[in-house]
C-alpha cells in the first residue's frame, strides 16, 4: 500500500458512509457484472430498478443467454446506448458456452462490451482480483488529493492514474477499495462543491491546501457535438404502419423506428401533418433535431425495401429508441 493514510481513510469512510446497493450484497458475478453494464453510462438511481428487472426476468446466466434480442432490448428500452443491451446478451452466450463466469482479467476483459474499468470492477468485487478501477470520480479525488494537474483524458493521465490506484490498492480488499474511491467521489469529493469541511482526508488534500478544488481535475477542452436533422414520418395505412429496425454503424442499432429522412429538407409525402417540429434530443457526442409528420392513407406508399408493414396494434413487441417514444405520445 503506497499511502496506507489514504487506503485506511478510506475504508473507513466506505465503511460508514457507503451506499448500500443489492449488488453489493451479493458475490454471484452474474449479478455484479449486469450492474456493472448497467451503470456503464447510467444513473444509480435510474440504473438499480433496471438491475432489479433484469434479475428478476433473467436470474441468471443461462436464462439471460436463452433470450431474444428484441426482448432483451425491450427490458433495456429508455436506458440507451442499445449496443450495452446487445453486448449484454452476446456476453452471457459467450459466458454460457464456455461453462461458466470466467475468473482472471484477461477473461473477464474478453466478454463483449466489457472494457479495462469494467474488467477491473467485475474482478475486483467478484473474485477479489487486484485491479484499480479509474473513472470520472477516481480521477477526481486522485487529482484533487495529490494535487495532480494533468489533463484528464490524454494518454499520460491514463497511465499515471492507473499506476497510482493500483499502488494504492490494499491486495485483501481490492473490491472494497474500488467501490469506497467511487462513492467517496460521488458523495463527498463531488465535483462541484466538494465536502471539504467533513472530509476525512483534509488535513493531506493538496487541493484544499493550495486553494485548487475548483481548478482539479484538469480536463481536456471539449470536442465539438454533431447536430443531426431527423424527419420522421409515421405512415399509418388501413392498421399497419412502415417501420424498419436500424442497421449496424449508426446510432440505435437494432432498434425499429418509422420512415425517416435525413437533413435539412424533408421531401415526404403529399398530404402528410406536422405533429411536432424541433424536437431537440440529446445523446452524448450529438444532439438529434427532429420534426414528426403522420401520412394516412389508403394505398401503402412505395418505400426501399428495409421498411415493413406492421401491425400498428403490436407496435409495443418492437423496441424503439426513447425519441420515437416521444412521437409515439404526440399522435
Ligand atoms: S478535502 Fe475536499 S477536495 Fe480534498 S479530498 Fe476531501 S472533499 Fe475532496
Known amino acids: 500500500m503506497k499511502d496506507p493514510f489514504f487506503t485506511q481513510t478510506l475504508l473507513d469512510w466506505y465503511a460508514e458512509y457507503g451506499r448500500d446497493l443489492p449488488w453489493r450484497r451479493t458475490r454471484d458475478p452474474y449479478a455484479i457484472w449486469l450492474s456493472e453494464i448497467i451503470l456503464q453510462q447510467t444513473r444509480i438511481a435510474q440504473g438499480q430498478a433496471y438491475w432489479e428487472r433484469f434479475m428478476a426476468r433473467f436470474p441468471n446466466v443461462e436464462t439471460l443467454a436463452a433470450a431474444s434480442e428484441d426482448e432483451v432490448l425491450r ?15 452476446a456476453a452471457a452466450r459467450q459466458i454460457v458456452a464456455r ?31 487486484p485491479a484499480a478501477v479509474l473513472d470520472g470520480n ?16 490524454s494518454t499520460a493521465a491514463k497511465k499515471a492514474f492507473t499506476e ?3 499502488a494504492l490498492l490494499p491486495p485483501d480488499r481490492p473490491g472494497d477499495f474500488n467501490q469506497a474511491l467511487m462513492d467517496f467521489g460521488a458523495l463527498q469529493c ?21 486553494g485548487r478544488t475548483a481548478l ?35 446510432i440505435w442499432q437494432g432498434l425499429w423506428e418509422p420512415y425517416l429522412e435525413e437533413g435539412e429538407e424533408v421531401r ?4 402528410m401533418k406536422c405533429l411536432r417540429s424541433g424536437v431537440r434530443h440529446q445523446l452524448t457526442h450529438r444532439i438529434l ?18 421498411y415493413i408493414w406492421i401491425p400498428e396494434a403490436g407496435l409495443d413487441n418492437y423496441a424503439k429508441p426513447r425519441l420515437v417514444e416521444v412521437l409515439l405520445e404526440s399522435l
Open 75 to 89: 427490458l433495456w428500452q429508455g436506458l440507451g446506448y442499445y449496443s450495452r443491451g446487445r453486448n449484454l446478451l
Open 289 to 306: 433535431i427532429a420534426d414528426f409528420y403522420l401520412l394516412e392513407c389508403e394505398e401503402k406508399p412505395l418505400l426501399t425495401e428495409d
Open 216 to 250: 482539479l481535475p484538469v480536463r481536456k477542452p471539449a470536442g465539438t457535438v454533431q447536430t443531426r436533422r431527423f424527419h420522421y414520418v409515421y405512415i399509418r395505412c388501413r392498421g399497419f404502419v412502415a417501420f424498419r429496425r436500424r442497421g449496424p454503424g449508426d
Open 99 to 129: 461453462g461458466g463466469f470466467p475468473d482472471t482479467l484477461a477473461e473477464i476483459r474478453a466478454l463483449k462490451g466489457v472494457g479495462d474499468y469494467t474488467a477491473a470492477a467485475i474482478g475486483s468485487i467478484a473474485f477479489g482480483l
Open 268 to 271: 415526404g409525402f403529399p398530404g
Open 138 to 153: 477516481v480521477y477526481r479525488v486522485l487529482a484533487r488529493f495529490y494535487g495532480i494537474a494533468t489533463p484528464v483524458g
Open 190 to 210: 463531488t465535483p462541484q462543491n466538494p465536502q471539504c469541511l467533513t472530509c476525512p482526508l483534509a488535513a493531506r488534500c493538496e487541493a484544499l491546501r493550495s
Open 164 to 166: 497510482l490506484a493500483q
